[in-house]
């Protein structure tokens, strides 16, 4: 077996966890994806081991399950690193999309609060979210077994379900599966051929696809700690004009590197140095929200815990208690220099423009009077008719 580096493994792990689908999903999106700003300052749910142990004890006391709820169920154990339960799971959802006996089991809403995205028909929807966690979970079998090149068509299999997901629904979660997919092809080539470099080829060049698709990889899958994520989103964000997010997201790529984070793409050394007035008053608003985003997590991670034992509902009522403490997070108060550099720093060049057009009018009409000047009267006043 071909030697895979613990840090390619460590990437791949983070990056392989953007496709999973179960009622949290959902209710993300209806509440409103986090955007790059809260994305870069860990302002977003991240869900202790304890909110899925406590998801598997309360869908296990039920007689019977929903198609969806085998999402939840499978998602639960793959986030505790339960692959082959997971892929269980997904093994008896099928049947009951395949067996018209179990059409009851395909629910029109999830509940009463929250319906399917994207406006897609029920049972399209539940095979849709079928492909996408049976594929995600095969490739984080794969990856925890140390990515063998004897078991990659798992590896390639589960990238292919993710295929056929995004073809069924290429738009969902704001474009994180496509980017999945693409970073897995790019795995999976890396492994075939390990002497050349990862060679991440996008299947949408958009720049603000490719923003929206980093941050749910960031904030919906396993990509908080990554170098490398953080990296490609500065890029973008630099390329598109964003310099104060690109600076706030150096500044998270500078913090991971003091907590001794490493970049396996080689990426911590890209020449980012979006240019922003006053770095000093970005730098203490970045440490400050994020010693608070900190702090909210510290004390979620308690309520699931003290919740442990709180009933049925223990795990949704953990869900929202984290998504509203969420929802306050300190806005960068703009300088007028700030929030208008843009248009300020055209001023310059509109005036310099100005000047070069102006001034050959300017110029013909000094030598113009000056020459009338050195004109005698009789000159001035021009030919007398007789």
């Known amino acids: 077996m ?35 700003q809260q994305a870069i300052l860990g302002w977003f749910p991240r869900m202790p081991k304890d909110y899925y142990r406590l998801r598997i004890e309360r869908i296990k ?31 008896t959802k099928w049947k009951i999309l395949e067996d018209p006996k179990h059409a009851w089991r395909i629910r029109t809403v999830l509940d009463a609060a929250f319906q399917y995205a994207d406006d897609l028909p029920p049972e399209k929807y539940q095979r849709y979210t079928y492909y996408a966690n049976l594929g995600t979970f095969l490739i984080h079998r ?5 990515m063998p090149l004897a078991k990659i068509a798992d590896a390639e299999k589960g990238q292919s379900l993710v295929a056929m997901a995004v073809k069924i629904n290429p738009d969902a979660h704001s474009g994180r599966e496509w980017v999945q997919m693409d970073l897995a092809a790019a795995l999976i080539r890396k492994v075939k051929h390990p002497s050349q470099p990862l060679d991440i080829q996008w299947s949408r060049p958009k720049p603000d696809d490719q923003i929206k698709g980093l941050v749910g990889l960031i904030t919906m899958g396993n990509a908080w700690e990554s170098i490398d994520v953080y990296s490609l989103l500065a890029k973008v964000l630099s390329e598109t004009q964003r310099p104060t997010m690109a600076y706030l997201a150096k500044l998270r790529i500078e ?13 911590e050394d890209l020449p980012l140095n979006p240019v922003v007035r006053n770095p000093n008053r970005f730098e203490q608003y970045f440490v400050s929200t994020r010693k608070r985003a900190e702090v909210i997590h510290a004390q979620n991670e308690a309520i699931a815990q003290q919740i442990r034992s709180g009933g049925q509902e223990a795990d949704e009522a953990y869900e929202f208690g984290e998504m509203l403490s969420m929802k306050t ?37 000094w030598w113009k009077r000056r020459r009338i000047l050195k004109m005698g009267p009789a000159q001035r006043m021009g030919p007398v008719d007789e």
């Open 142 to 146: 794969w990856i925890s077994q140390g």
């Open 2 to 36: 071909r030697f895979i580096s613990a840090l390619l493994l460590l990437l791949a792990w983070q990056i392989s966890h953007a496709c999973l689908n179960d009622r949290d999903t959902l209710r993300r999106e209806r509440m409103g994806l986090p955007s790059a």
């Open 329 to 365: 997070m300190p806005e960068y108060q703009l300088t007028f220099w700030e929030e208008h550099q843009s248009t300020l720093l055209l001023i310059p060049p509109v005036f310099i423009l100005a000047a070069l057009l102006v001034s050959p009018w300017i110029a013909y009409r």
């Open 255 to 267: 913090e991971l590197k003091k907590a001794g984070k490493k970049s396996v793409l080689g990426l």
């Open 61 to 91: 006391k039920q007689k019977s399950l929903y198609a969806d709820e085998y999402d939840d169920l499978a998602v639960a154990h793959d986030k505790l690193g339960e692959y082959d339960q997971a892929i269980a799971a997904m093994a």
